[in-house]
């Protein structure tokens, strides 16, 4: 006797069973799941019992799936479907029965939008499409109403149009209608962010009804909130002073910049103040924020968060004011704010006082010229001849370095021949003293001969020869030229006996000025000239941005000096050692007190 076996989905399985599905809508219907059993030659027969007319029939669907297409009413009811097969040698069936009812869709509700930020004033519309008569608009034919937490509220309103204007300063929802184009749109002043929600206008004696919903979104943060306040306070160093640490990353900064400005190949002269440099980036850091200070800090050599920074600054520039002028000055748009603590620790700090600049290019031209040639003694007067008109910021920097040799050379007029690279002679006026007291040596680091000569304030000129002429030599010994090499040189030449030498050094007067924004940007700041966090400087302008940064040097090395005390009494043999500064040749200006280079440069062609 065969055995059969009926699944049914029907009766209390509703859940898995009983389908509603949308008016005109699609729905697949499987005869059995998946994870049924498997029957051999299997057949299948689908009924439908109509759910109003309760009639049975049977379908055309002859396989697994039933698709039902744009469904309607009609189609409500049971659809069975029966699989037939066989197990082995028994005859099986399956069976399914789903119960499919049809609702029809609810009705679409259409609305605008209207977004404002908070604070603003938001004018809500109402623009209906039918034309009232005039006696119709002698009050208005709509009525505005709100959805709350606690129902729908009807909006009071002015009555009278023209007496509105009178209390728009008592209340915060009036007209704003225009007639004339149908529009009984409503104004609400400085909105909050309970007034987001539905509104709806309703056309009174009609079911006519148009609905805003209003967004208020949080006004936007500006860039620079919580970024204006004033330079933290300086804090006691936990293991080393501050002024160690401004020290250290002075000579690292000053190492760094030269080995920026040298190039791959000496080419021409390089004088350059390093410490000058690093003042104005220093006075510029006062106002940088977030990631543009961090860029600061690390380009600076300055431990992040050293808080002492500029405090520091300002004691060193003090001691070292006898011999070296330095001058800083930001100019700035007349358009742009200052933040009121930039411009007070800069006249703390660093005796800057921002100026602004005039509407005319060629007077800013004039009133930065002047500036750059009283700072400097006369000794640089025309430092730039254009100013482009949208310039909005512009960094200058001046130094004039005045230091008396402590051994004064012999008044002479005596010239002599300097050899360059390519082994052509040049007749060249020369410094001479036939019995000059200095410190000189040969440094292995450096692969170069050295001479310190003493100058007054307690600074030293130090002369960095290779022992040939040739360029790669050259080139090879200002390669060595590092933050380590430079401290090892300073004091090894200070461990070494002064001794009379007959020197001859060329006569040098060098006004260098050095564009500053192709050295910055090698220094990882970029976007010192991009978009810049110098909220600091400019607490309500995010988009300000340098546009120029400039460094011009001048020194001078002559015969005048001052008779020394240095002078020594000690003899020596006729046949003196010689300290000849012919060929191309490195010079580093030596501050004890800074504890850093003041200037750095090469002298390629006196």
Partial sequence: MNRVLL??????????????????????????????????????????????????????????????????????????????????????????????????????????????????????????????????TEKPPVIWKRETENGVMLLKLDKDRDDQEKD????????????????????????????????????????????????????????????????????????????????????????????KLKGSKPRTNLIFSPFSIAVTLNNLLLGARSETRKQLEGALRIPLEFSCVHSETKKLKEVLKDTLRIASAIFYSPEQQLGEAFVNQSKEFYDAVPEKLTNDSNQNVILINQWVKKKTMNKITELIDYIDPTTSFVLLNAVYFNGKWKTVFESTKKRDNFMKFSGEVIEVQTLYSSKYNLQMGYNKKLQADVGKFSLTGKNSLYILIPRTTSEDDFVLMENNINKDSIEAMVSEMNKT????????????????????????????????????????IFPED??????????????SLTEKGVEAAAATSISFSRSFPQFTALQPFVLILWSDEAGAPLFMGRIINP
């Fill in 7 to 136: 699944l049914l989905c029907a009766g209390l399985a509703l859940t898995t069973c009983d389908i509603t599905v949308l008016q005109s809508s699609s729905i697949h219907l499987s005869c059995v799941p998946d994870d049924a059993p498997v029957l051999d030659d299997p057949a299948y027969t689908w009924s439908f019992t109509s759910a109003h007319t309760k009639q049975q029939h049977t379908l055309e669907e002859k396989g697994k799936l039933l698709n039902l297409r744009n469904i309607n009413a009609t189609q409500e009811g049971e659809y069975k479907c029966v699989k037939d097969g066989y197990k082995r040698e028994d005859h099986m069936r399956l069976s399914r029965t789903f119960t499919i009812r049809v609702e029809v869709p609810p009705a679409f509700q259409e609305w605008q939008v209207v977004k404002e930020e908070a604070g603003n004033d938001v004018t809500l519309p109402c623009k209906v499409s039918r034309v009232f008569s005039p006696g119709e």
């Fill in 168 to 259: 728009k300063k008592q209340q915060r929802i009036f007209w704003n209608t225009r007639p004339e184009e149908q529009d009984w749109a409503i104004k609400i002043s400085q909105i909050t962010a309970e007034d987001a929600g539905m509104y709806h206008c309703v056309i009174t004696n009609t079911s006519e009804m148009l609905s805003v919903e209003l967004e208020v979104a949080a006004p936007p943060v500006h860039p620079c909130s919580g970024h204006t306040g004033p330079w933290e306070d300086c804090e006691e160093q936990d293991s080393r002073s501050g002024q160690a640490i401004l020290q250290d990353s002075l000579r690292d900064f000053s190492a760094s910049v030269y080995a």
């Fill in 497 to 536: 006996p002064v001794q009379i030498a007959e020197v001859i050094l060329p006569r040098i007067k060098l006004t260098v000025d050095t564009q500053l924004e192709d050295l910055l940007r090698s220094m990882g700041l970029s976007d010192l000239f991009s978009k810049p966090n110098f909220c600091g």
């Fill in 542 to 555: 995010s988009e300000s941005f340098i546009s120029d940064a400039r460094h011009s040097a001048f020194l």
